[in-house]
């Protein structure tokens, strides 16, 4: 089964920055992704798998921040639960 965007474009994440839709084209991050377009270069994948390795490592840090935050309100929360009317 194909999973593909080409495919349904119902499936691509709007993360993934999809600037349009049109006939057998689809543009994603810069990258036009056409059925006509020859394979890249190796220097091109290699480039794009290193923004990729980029763009994963920001989200990985982003997603610790936030982690650590969300921990932070619930500490938070927990305290304030105790701190009641009775224990104040």
């Given at each position: ?15 993934l ?19 006509d ?6 220097n ?14 920001m ?7 936030k982690d ?21």
């Amino acid at each position: 089964m194909c999973v593909c965007p080409m495919a349904n474009p119902d499936l691509v994440p709007m993360s993934l920055g999809v600037d349009y839709w049109r006939a057998e084209h689809l543009e994603v991050n810069g990258i036009d992704f056409r059925d006509d377009i020859p394979p890249m270069t190796e220097n091109e994948l290699l480039q794009m798998l290193s923004m990729q390795e980029e763009e994963l490592q920001m989200l990985r840090e982003e997603l610790a921040i936030k982690d650590a935050r969300i921990l932070q309100l619930e500490l938070e929360l927990h305290n304030l639960d105790n701190v009641g009317p009775n224990n104040v």
